[in-house]
């Protein structure tokens, strides 16, 4: 069973809807990661959360400690935003590594 | 704003050969990592460094692999002997507390 589940594990969306990214874990976690992956391979860190919400732009996420769970949401998107978008949590058991979720595919149509 | 810097880009090599992929991470970051992904598949760990020694390595990072931060600046990954299931995109990040990273650009290693 896999720690960190996404979904949808692909999305297609018109210009200007408003997405949203799940990522639910099933290990207790000091923070989680929203992460951003283009075609080329390259990582960028989006969002990092341990409680609440974070806001960025068009970009919003949200987290649920206690329902183990947490949301990206995308605003008025637009095809720049075609990549994808990946969920790692940092587990509380003492270790510094992420464990990483298979991520989601956005691609947006014009 | 600081970055991690990979380099190369992408590097093929032979089976068998030996091969270095170089990180320099953000100055005054002290936790260093390597992940890798594999096409198709998520992001895994490798390995983590802090304090000059491994502090940290999953199951994949056999004695094949090796970690250096040979001159205070630079972050090296060696494997040894390339397999073809070797090949994948090769992650460095840094962070200063170990919770937030800066995750670089990743190296392309093909092995044929």
């Known amino acids: 069973k896999n720690e960190v589940e996404q979904s949808p594990q692909n999305l297609t969306a018109q210009e200007g809807e408003f997405i949203t990214i799940n990522c639910s874990y099933s290990?207790?976690?000091?923070?989680l990661h929203w992460l951003q992956q283009h075609p080329g391979g390259g990582i960028v860190s989006l969002f990092m959360?341990?409680?609440g919400k974070k806001k960025h732009g068009r970009l919003i996420a949200t987290i649920n400690i206690q329902e183990k769970h947490s949301s990206l949401h995308i605003t008025a998107s637009h095809p720049r935003d075609s990549a994808v978008y990946i969920c790692?949590?940092?587990?509380?058991?003492?270790?510094?590594?992420?464990?990483f979720g298979t991520g989601t595919r956005l691609k947006e149509l014009a | 704003e600081p970055e991690v810097t990979q380099t190369p880009s992408h590097q093929v090599t032979q089976m068998g050969q030996e091969v270095i992929l170089r990180c320099v991470p953000i100055?005054?970051?002290?936790?260093f990592y390597w992940y890798r992904q594999i096409l198709g598949q998520k992001v895994e760990f490798l390995v983590s460094?802090?304090?000059?020694?491994?502090?940290?390595k999953s199951e994949i990072f056999d004695d094949q692999f090796s970690v250096e931060r040979p001159d205070g600046s630079n972050f090296t990954l060696k494997i040894r002997s390339t397999k073809l299931e070797d090949s994948a995109m090769y992650f460095c990040?840094?962070?200063?507390?170990?919770?937030?990273?800066?995750f670089g650009s990743g190296t392309r290693l093909t092995v044929v």
């Open positions: 990040a840094s962070s200063t507390t170990g919770y937030g990273y800066t």
């Open positions: 290990v207790g976690i000091s923070a």
């Open positions: 959360l341990s409680s």
């Open positions: 790692a949590v940092l587990p509380t058991s003492g270790t510094y590594k992420y464990i």
């Open positions: 100055s005054n970051h002290l936790y």
């Open positions: 460094f802090y304090n000059n020694e491994i502090s940290e």
